[in-house]
């Protein structure tokens, strides 16, 4: 499968965004989704996962409640609703997928990923 990710972009601080991940490929509704980010210098980190149906999600707790992923397997996208923006979540943002839907905190576990797209959150 073939992932892309949009929607980032330039946003005061207590803004929204919405970013989504465009998938290709045979079968995406089988793969569980997630969203990691990159700020500068730090490695990357766990946001947000979905199931393989979307009935299932977890969130770090850095974004919980602000943040929501969703998956919408019938037009093969996953999006990330972004609010109350805060500038400590300026990062890069990556989509992931994966088959197994294990251990969706770490990185490693997602086969395949969409290039990042850039949020940058103003004070």
């Known amino acids: 499968v073939q992932l892309q990710a949009s929607g980032g972009g330039l946003v005061q601080a207590g803004g929204s965004l919405r970013l989504s991940c465009a998938a290709s490929?045979?079968?995406?509704?089988?793969?569980?989704a997630g969203w990691f980010r990159q700020g500068p210098g730090n490695e990357r980190e766990f946001v947000a996962y979905?199931?393989?149906?979307?009935?299932?999600?977890n969130y770090a707790d850095s974004v919980k409640g602000r943040f929501t992923i969703s998956k919408d397997n019938a037009k093969k996208r996953v999006h990330l609703q972004m609010n109350s923006l805060k500038p400590e979540d300026t990062a890069v943002y990556y989509c992931?997928?994966?088959?197994?839907?294990?251990?969706?905190?770490?990185?490693?576990?997602?086969?395949?990923w969409g290039q990042g797209t850039l949020v940058t959150v103003s004070s």
């Open positions: 490929g045979h079968s995406f509704r089988s793969y569980s």
């Open positions: 992931a997928a994966q088959v197994a839907g294990q251990e969706y905190w770490r990185p490693n576990a997602y086969g395949y």
């Open positions: 979905i199931n393989w149906s979307g009935g299932g999600a």
